[in-house]
């Protein structure tokens, strides 16, 4: 796993290698192998002036404390922010410059994200409080389990030095406008990690992979979450073979819409517990089935689904054990035609036909609430 360094940065380019030395102090000790620079076109200019070349921080920063492997960082590393007219900005002070500027860090946190064997380590640290908010913000949606978000703190006496950039090995005095003189190695500098909720998982994965702009990409995120908070019903329209949840259509073979329609009339018709105004947890309808018991049940799923479920061959000329095994694989294929047409692994899962363990057997079912059901013929 390779780490990464995203650092916000302002005029204080400082707060880069703070958060590199804060990183190198972890156990085991974080070392990115390359440092992204987010900053504007004056921090730019002050990167360039104080971080790079031989008598750059970096190149002494390096000397003190060697990495134990290559650390690429350099002006090629270092992305100026554009505002709305496509200019290096100075400054974030207008909403469509914010704007802007949130479209670029969702574009670059996106493309990193999609490498699977990078891992982020995203500092807020430096910058416009605004830059540090949109940073967070894109990351609640792209970030993944491992990618890290945090801010530096610097004890108070040298978060104000000019001359301060890390926490040397040896003494090195800063000089103070009164005449005292600061011991550099008495500094503390303290990486504290941010806490924030992870998005990703509950989100489609095309969406995740679209170019879009930061505030079309949070509507359509909060689209999909409304979705999982307040289910739509699903109508199944047998002589179609499909299913229609709220507007988006499903289309289903023969045998994947027979199967549901199977399970779903088993939920509706065959409810056990009709007292219940809702399903919630309740699985009394789950059937159990097994290779003991698959004719009798092959018998009432076919009954019910009103045609041949493991179409071409028939089923009951096979093994009990070969028969629940087609029966599983149609099972199988018909989730994952749920994920495709959903577009989501989480919201398919409120609508799958599950399998749940019970009393050291497996009962299947449906998982979308009875009241949810439309059956259409």
């Known amino acids: 796993m390779r780490d990464v360094l995203i650092a916000l940065c302002g005029l204080t380019p400082q707060v880069v290698t703070e958060t590199l030395w804060a990183l190198g102090q972890q156990r085991p000790a974080i070392v990115p192998e390359k440092v992204w620079i987010i900053t504007t076109q004056s921090g730019r200019e002050a990167c360039e002036r104080l971080l790079f070349g031989k008598t750059g921080k970096f190149a002494s ?106 926490i040397p090995k040896r003494q090195r005095l800063l000089a103070l406008p009164n005449g005292k003189r600061l011991d550099s190695r008495k500094a503390c500098i303290e990486l504290a990690e941010i806490p924030y909720v992870r998005l990703r998982a509950f989100l489609p994965e095309e969406l ?22 307040r289910l739509e019903p699903v109508a199944i329209d047998t002589v179609g073979h499909r299913l229609i949840v709220g507007e988006t259509v499903i289309e289903l073979s023969p045998a994947q819409a027979r199967l549901y329609t199977a399970f779903a009339r088993i939920k509706t018709a065959h409810c056990l517990e009709p007292a219940r105004k809702n399903c919630d947890a309740c699985i009394a309808c789950y059937r159990p089935i097994s290779k003991a018991n698959w004719d009798a049940v092959h018998t009432e799923l076919e009954n019910l689904a009103e045609g041949l479920l493991l179409s071409p061959a028939d089923a009951r000329g096979e093994s009990g054990e070969t028969a629940v095994g087609r029966f599983r694989s149609l099972l199988s294929k018909t989730n994952k035609a749920l994920v495709k047409g959903l577009g989501s692994e989480h919201l398919a899962a409120r609508y799958e036909i599950r399998s749940e363990r019970q009393s050291g057997e497996t009962r299947y079912g449906l998982a979308v609430d009875k009241n949810l059901i439309q059956l259409e013929t």
């Open 61 to 166: 920063y390096f000397r003190e404390y060697p990495p134990s492997r290559p650390i690429r960082c350099g002006p090629s590393t270092v992305i100026t922010l554009k505002g709305s007219d496509g200019r290096p900005v100075e400054d974030l002070r207008t909403q469509e410059d914010n704007l802007a500027v949130a479209d670029q860090l969702a574009a670059r946190v996106r493309d990193l994200t999609a490498l699977p064997n990078e891992r982020l380590h995203c500092s807020v640290a430096g910058g416009r409080k605004t830059m540090g908010v949109l940073l967070a913000s894109v990351l609640q949606v792209y970030g993944r389990p491992d990618d890290r978000l945090y801010h530096v703190l610097v004890s108070p006496d040298f978060e104000s030095q000019p001359d301060f950039f890390y």
């Open 208 to 229: 995740l992979k679209q170019a879009l702009p930061f505030t079309d990409l949070v509507a359509l995120a909060q689209k999909h979450l409304r979705a999982l908070e």
